[in-house]
């Protein structure tokens, strides 16, 4: 335990330095609830704008943290050979991946406390089911961070950086975070559903919403997405370039 505990304390360390990290998972999800709900630039019928939002800024927070900060962090220290030299320490691997996954759920409640609070002050207020978005949560982490770690694994750094971000990018916009699918053309919206970020997004919405069903439908998707990514992530994942 006290191995986990230094670890994962340098782990939280380190994501603190990273000023491009702390952009990506803590400033950006929070400006985009908050620009989009004062500037509704895509009208939601019958909704509170950051009813709609906050659901989905949540899930890219999420893929900001699990997949790109992630991703492009175990890249680079796979570029500069630090996890080939913690392969020969006394550190065990385990530990070192418990250590990491636990970072990014340590870093995911902040970011949740961030939003929430955020919605709070826009008039949003509180209902739905905590366990459906526990589930979606802990689900889109696998995912995304199956994702990130196959990435991280098999290409260079430089170009784990590129597809991360561009990959970012596209979540953001065709992952029914802040564009509805209703408003994408029919063959785009055909595609973003199958999406993890739409999958989570959803999953996070019906979650979210006082006396919805259960979003089976997008729950059994998403634990495909994390069960492939992670299982393809272990099997391709290489310490060296």
């Known amino acids: 335990m ?6 994962l304390f340098a782990e939280l360390l380190l994501a603190s330095r990273r000023g491009e990290s702390v952009l990506v998972t803590l400033v950006i999800p929070a400006a985009l609830l908050l620009f989009f709900s004062a500037v509704p630039l895509v009208p939601v019928a019958g909704e509170v704008p950051v009813a709609f939002l906050l659901p989905g800024t949540i899930g890219l927070a999420v893929i900001a ?11 680079y220290e796979r570029h ?10 006394p550190l065990p691997r385990p530990t070192f991946i418990a250590a990491k996954a636990l970072a990014v759920l340590v870093i995911e409640l902040v970011q949740l406390a961030v939003l929430v609070a955020a919605a709070l002050a826009l008039g949003w207020r509180p209902g739905g089911d ?24 098999t290409l260079r750094a430089e170009l784990t950086l590129a597809v991360t971000n561009g990959l970012f990018l596209g979540f953001l916009l065709l992952g029914d975070i802040v564009v509805p699918l209703s408003r994408l053309p029919e063959p785009l ?9 739409t999958t989570l997004a959803d999953a996070l919405r019906e979650g979210l919403t006082p006396g919805a069903p259960l979003p089976w439908a997008d729950l059994a998707p998403l634990a495909a997405w994390a069960v492939v990514a992670l299982g393809a992530a272990a099997f391709t994942f290489r310490v060296e370039e």
């Open 65 to 75: 943290t699990a997949f790109v900060s992630l991703g492009i962090a175990t890249a």
């Open 189 to 197: 919206a055909t595609v973003s559903r199958w999406l993890p970020a």
């Open 80 to 89: 500069y050979g630090v996890l080939k030299r913690l392969g020969g320490s």
């Open 2 to 7: 006290r191995a986990l505990r230094a670890q």
């Open 130 to 153: 905590p366990l459906v978005v526990a589930a979606a949560l802990l689900l889109g982490t696998g995912a995304f961070a199956g994702l990130g770690l196959l990435l991280a694994g």
